[in-house]
């Protein structure tokens, strides 16, 4: 029976490894059984949005749209946009950058930026 594991790495790539459970000699030839199934090497001037998407907003918000929670359920104090200034990728590096700047939205007022992102809806990889 193969076991599948999946690892999300910083750099923006995901690689998976199926394997047995059983420890398995590695063949010279290929020592490693990973392989990638998911990457983002950041090589382009701009965010590559079939990839990425935003989180926006401050807070948790329900189907209909109603504010549940604030601070995404954690107290995060930040206010999330899709603003260049606070995320953009530079010299092949994706960049968040945090803000202290004031904003404000229907359901409150904020003193800092950022920018949250995220695969789902574009990626998805089972067991991992």
């Not at 599948?4 to 590695?26: F, I, N, P």
């Not at 995320?87 to 920018?115: C, H, M, N, P, Q």
């Amino acid at each position: 029976m193969k076991k599948w594991l999946a690892v999300a790495l910083g750099t923006g790539l995901v690689l998976s490894y199926a394997g047995t459970g059983h420890a398995e000699k590695a063949d010279k030839k290929d020592n490693t059984k990973w392989k990638m199934v998911w990457s983002d090497e950041f090589t382009k001037q701009q965010l590559d949005r079939t990839k990425w998407t935003y989180d926006t907003g401050n807070w948790i918000v329900d189907q209909n749209g109603s504010a549940i929670s604030p601070g995404w359920g954690n107290n995060e104090k930040q206010y999330y946009t899709d603003n260049k200034d606070n995320s953009f990728i530079r010299d092949g590096k994706l960049v968040i950058r945090a803000k202290e700047e004031k904003t404000t939205d229907s359901l409150g007022s904020y003193d800092y930026t950022s920018a949250k992102l995220k695969t789902k809806g574009l990626f998805s990889k089972t067991y991992g």
